[in-house]
């Protein structure tokens, strides 16, 4: 039996709904961040049911309003906060609707009842200006700086110098640093004004990191608490019974590896990021077998040569690092063989 397609008002009005984006075309791009909402608010008032341990608030008898940031992401909200109403209010905040920070459900509700004691007139101030000198400081660079331009326009890479190529990496996972950045801060600083403060998602600069563990805790540093919280956690993370040494390692690897396969799904459904997931997790592979045979404890007594070990390490974290992120957010695998080749096949 042939199915004819629909035509007349019916079928025209279907075939415009499905063309149609609304206000912002890639919305399910930006519905992402409210899929992170959603979860929260609902594993937070699962969590609420079990109140056996008691709150923090109870144990440490303090103040709600001078609750820490961890004691308001741990501390359940009241059962008559888990509404509705305060599903939808939190789901469309607009201050953190478009990009984020992330901030949890506990963590919402906790600020809505008690301004924190973070928030003041004078840090605010000093962060919009600290914002503005971050807009600028990305506006000189894409002035003067010509990465993003050269890798878009997928040039012959043989035509440049080895330090030449070495730079366009490096330069163009600054600018893609500066360009997450500066919406972070910006809707940060909106939601500042308005009284809630989420979390700071880029707490140090690319270039300041030579641990790739501590680098994922620095980069949308938001969205790395949610996973450690929502998904790390209960995968069982690096703990439990029998999780030192060896297999702790190894089931943290494992725990590693599904959680950025997720990232990198939860991104988008790309090839690209998904190789940016795999290779994130091999490439912190190298700094958890040093722990393993360098342990900190065993260098008490030669800190000098533990310190020549870390350096070299370093080096190799941050340039696996490089790697990853161009291949999941600049020039793609194809164009990181152009890079390496470039850049190592002068000394052939």
Not at 21 to 46: A, K, M, Q
């Amino acid at each position: 039996m042939e199915v004819r397609p629909e035509k007349g008002a019916a079928g025209n009005w279907g075939t415009w709904l499905d063309a149609y984006g609304g206000l912002i075309p890639r919305w399910e791009i930006l519905f992402n961040i409210t899929v992170l909402r959603l979860v929260s608010f609902n594993l937070d008032y699962y969590w609420s049911l079990d109140r056996r341990g008691g709150s923090p608030i109870e144990k440490k008898q303090l103040e709600p309003a001078n609750l820490s940031e961890r004691d308001r992401v741990d501390t359940a909200a009241r059962p008559e906060d888990y509404s509705f109403r305060n599903y939808l209010a939190y789901s469309l905040y607009s201050p953190l609707y478009l990009a984020g920070p992330i901030i949890t459900f506990n963590d919402y509700i906790s600020q809505l009842r008690c301004t924190p004691p973070s928030i003041t007139i004078n840090r605010t101030v000093l962060y919009g200006i600290r914002f503005l000198i971050t807009l600028l400081t990305m506006e000189i660079m894409l002035h003067f700086i010509y990465a993003v331009a050269i890798s878009k326009a997928q040039p012959a890479w043989q035509v440049y110098s080895p330090f030449q190529l070495s730079m366009l990496g490096y330069f163009n996972l600054h600018i893609i640093w500066l360009k997450l950045l500066l919406p972070w801060r910006f809707f940060r600083l909106w939601a500042l004004l308005d009284g809630v403060d989420p979390p700071e998602n880029m707490v140090r600069c690319m270039s300041d990191n030579y641990s790739a563990l501590a680098f994922w805790r620095g980069w949308h540093r938001s969205f790395n608490r949610w996973i450690v919280r929502y998904i790390y956690i209960p995968l069982g993370g690096s703990g439990g019974p029998g999780a030192h040494g060896y297999w702790g390692k190894a089931r943290a690897v494992l725990n590693f590896l599904a959680v950025f396969t997720f990232v990198a799904l939860w991104h988008d459904i790309n090839l690209k990021l998904l190789i940016w997931g795999w290779l994130v997790t091999i490439f912190i592979l190298p700094e958890v077998l040093a722990t393993l045979l360098f342990p900190k404890r065993r260098w008490q007594n030669h800190k000098e040569v533990y310190r020549v070990i870390c350096s070299i390490g370093a080096v190799g974290n941050i340039l696996m690092m490089m790697a990853a992120n161009l291949v999941g957010f600049a020039v793609g695998l194809d164009g990181l063989k152009g890079l390496v080749q470039g850049i190592v096949g002068s000394y052939s």
